[in-house]
């Protein structure tokens, strides 16, 4: 059985910055991608990362202000969180794909983490 393990969310101030990172176990994986979801909303794509190649991938609205990256020997990843709006305000899941492949599709994972809350404040 897969478990992913988030940790890192909290309360910070626009502009301000924070990590989040997100331990695995179980099982190979070959793609983690990072979602967040808001109050009333869908769960939304924000960043994901190849195990294999460190390829990585981006929504538009985090672009250039969040980083994810990997290490593959303490088979964790990390989300690093900088310039951050009020918008950004979600509870923010770890989630892993047992197939290589696309990586922006909620609906391809196959594991997800119990999520960690970032709050924004304004």
């Known amino acids: 059985q897969v478990q992913l393990v988030e940790s890192g969310g909290g309360l910070v101030q626009a502009g301000g910055s924070r990590g989040l990172s997100c331990t695995t176990s179980?099982?190979?994986?070959?793609?983690m991608g990072w979602f967040r979801q808001a109050p009333g909303k869908d769960r939304e794509f924000v960043a994901a990362i190849n195990w294999s190649d460190s390829r990585t991938d981006y929504s538009d609205s985090v672009k250039g202000r969040f980083t994810i990256s990997r290490d593959n020997a303490k088979s964790t990843v990390y989300l690093q969180m900088n310039s951050l709006k009020p918008e950004d305000t979600a509870v923010y899941y770890c989630a892993a794909r047992i197939k290589a492949g696309d990586s922006n599709n909620v609906r391809l994972y196959d594991y997800w983490g119990q999520g960690t809350q970032v709050t924004v404040s304004s």
């Open positions: 179980g099982r190979t994986l070959y793609v």
